[in-house]
């Protein structure tokens, strides 16, 4: 089966502590995403990657780090800096060409108390 | 700053009818455009994506793009109690590959 998959679904941390997100797609795909995404609100680019050892911040990348050093995997860390950590992220994947259509992982829940 | 904007609702129809659901952006370079589907706590799925101006069928979903307007909509036919869901409408600028999402519509369909 083709797909995007994250692990894990729910991930609860005490606040101040690191925790890494995973995220693999088996699609060869060159593209991969980090989205954010609270509750009534729309995706917010947290980084993204064109290829291998290469990735660019989005629009909110603060107190997140990344890392590609396969094309198949984007973990996503979200650090004690990130100030509201606590929400719903998005992995995403895409062809580097065409319209670039996306295509969703099944997302983690993270809940930081 | 580019912006995605959509109704939030929630736009309720009854089974069978036709829903509408629009979406205006405000880069005039942009180029594709995309719905997705997002049922209460999972991810989004997409749905169809349109780049030439007109109308695209797929099934029960028709995408309509007027980029004179700077507007795209999604009509669904026949509308089901299944298709009630978040419907994020996302576009992709002229230069790059990242795309900017609106906030979503919630769509209700009443048996």
């Known amino acids: 089966d083709g797909g995007i998959t994250q692990s894990p679904k729910y991930l609860f941390r005490k606040e101040g502590q690191n925790v890494t997100l995973s995220c693999e797609q088996n699609l060869n795909h060159d593209a991969m995403y980090w989205y954010r995404q609270d509750p009534g609100q729309g995706l917010r680019l947290i980084y993204y990657s064109q290829i291998v050892n290469d990735f660019q911040k989005g629009d909110i990348a603060e107190g997140y780090s990344v890392s590609r050093e396969k094309k198949e995997s984007f973990p996503l860390t979200v650090t004690s800096a990130q100030k509201n950590p606590t929400a719903f992220y998005l992995c995403a994947s895409s062809m580097f060409g065409g319209v670039y259509e996306q295509y969703f992982g099944p997302g983690t829940r993270l809940t930081v108390t | 700053q580019k912006e995605v904007e959509q109704n939030s609702g929630p736009l309720s129809v009854p089974e069978g009818a036709i829903a509408s659901l629009n979406c205006t952006y405000s880069d005039r370079g942009s180029q594709s455009f995309f719905w997705y589907r997002q049922y209460s706590g999972k991810s989004p799925e997409l749905i169809m994506f349109?780049?030439?101006?007109g109308d695209k069928e797929d099934g029960r979903f028709t995408a309509q793009l007027n980029k004179a307007s700077q507007y795209v909509s999604l009509l669904i036919r026949d509308s089901q109690p299944s298709d009630s869901a978040t419907y994020l409408c996302?576009?992709?600028?002229?230069?790059?590959?990242?795309?900017?999402f609106g906030a979503g519509t919630i769509l209700r369909v009443k048996s």
């Open positions: 996302a576009v992709k600028g002229e230069y790059g590959n990242k795309l900017v």
């Open positions: 349109i780049y030439s101006n």
